[in-house]
């Protein structure tokens, strides 16, 4: 495989593990600081329950049905997993895709009673198994336990348009579009805390925030849609710095939406115009992009909600190629296409030599 290629394997699912290399500047990835071996492989999409647990021959399609029957992501948005599974908030469902990678099987959670959920958006899974789904539906923090079961609601009338929240410590933050701000809860009352931004572009401000992702320093990093931007807070509301600016440039924004930071401060911003993902030192560099438009294996059409997931690797170490021990996955939703979930591997290729992550992640810029 020559220097700065990309290996996508695992396209279809689950199964079938072909792999092919392309070279970097005419392919998917493009290395921005130099030619290296490749860090990023595409390892599954997942769009229907089939992509799980496909029919194993032409039999068991035809007693099993045809694809008209198959149940289907829709326009998902948020994506998060726990203990083997996959939660998908899709935005025209009225509850959360589950696929249970482990055991090849396929529920929607929806809630009961008053727990029912309208039109769930994001999601966020705490480390105990809490679920905290926003629903902008019931503009609302819907919260769940380890089992999926109804515990609770967080949100007055009125209080905020929820539209990404973030577990921190105690903290639960919640992105309120409708106000420009961050509300910052208590994650198991929901008690008001306080809130910090306001609409605007200046610093501190925000303008039309939609996602939020929480950095290995305990800064929260917020992405302003509308201000084509990702704006840092500590995590009592103090702006730090800015990352971006709207332009068609690498580097640049033009539709900013999901986000999420490995535990090196290494930033991944989806970006629904330009169909792709930027990653970023947290000094602000942009140190390559992956993914592409189109229907292709890794193509990603108007992306969204993002997340990177160190705990569930060895659901995915098949797809990989022979060779390519993954760190960690990341999981991006794409709204329209046939692609709805895309799993990348971020690792390394056994015996290829590859500058130290220290160099890649950058020195943190406060």
Not at 173 to 185: A, K, T
Not at 312 to 335: M, T
């Amino acid at each position: 495989m020559p220097p700065g290629s990309v290996c996508r394997c695992g396209a279809g699912g689950l199964h079938g593990n072909t792999c092919e290399s392309r070279p970097g500047p005419d392919g998917d990835f493009l290395s921005v600081a130099a030619q290296r071996p490749p860090r990023i492989q595409h390892l599954a999409t997942i769009a229907s329950e089939r992509d799980i647990n496909p029919p194993s021959d032409g039999f068991a399609k035809f007693i099993l049905g045809d694809d008209a029957n198959v149940r289907r992501l829709q326009q998902p948005y948020g994506v998060a997993m726990s203990e083997g599974k996959l939660y998908v908030a899709d935005s025209r469902a009225q509850g959360l895709a589950v696929f249970d990678i482990g055991k090849r099987q396929f529920s929607i959670m929806t809630g009961a009673g008053n727990g029912r959920m309208k039109r769930p958006i994001n999601i966020k899974i705490d480390k105990d198994g809490t679920k905290y789904v926003t629903d902008t539906g019931r503009d609302q923090i819907m919260v769940y336990d380890r089992s999926d079961r109804f515990v609770t609601s967080f949100g007055a009338d009125g209080q905020f348009k929820p539209v990404d929240a973030v577990i921190s410590g105690d903290r639960l933050y919640v992105v309120d579009i409708q106000h420009h701000e961050i509300q910052v809860l208590d994650k198991r009352t929901g008690k008001f805390l306080f809130s910090f931004g306001k609409a605007g572009s200046e610093r501190g401000e925000l303008y039309h925030p939609t996602n939020i992702a929480l950095g290995p320093d305990g800064d929260v990093y917020v992405v302003e849609t509308s201000n084509y931007r990702v704006q840092r807070f500590t995590a009592e509301g103090k702006p730090v710095r800015v990352y971006g600016e709207v332009g068609n440039e690498p580097g640049t924004f033009a539709r900013p939406k999901g986000i999420a930071l490995d535990r090196l401060g290494r930033m991944y911003v989806g970006d629904a115009a330009f169909e792709n993902v930027q990653v970023f030192d947290n000094g602000g560099k942009l140190l390559l992009f992956f993914g592409q438009p189109g229907d292709a294996a890794e193509g990603l059409n108007l992306p969204a909600g993002m997340t990177i997931d160190y705990d569930n690797i060895d659901f995915f170490r098949r797809s990989a190629e022979p060779g390519f021990n993954i760190e960690y996955l990341i999981l991006v939703a794409s709204q329209f296409g046939p692609n709805k979930v895309d799993v990348f591997g971020f690792g390394k290729m056994k015996g290829a030599e590859y500058p130290p992550d220290s160099a890649l992640a950058g020195n943190p810029v406060r």
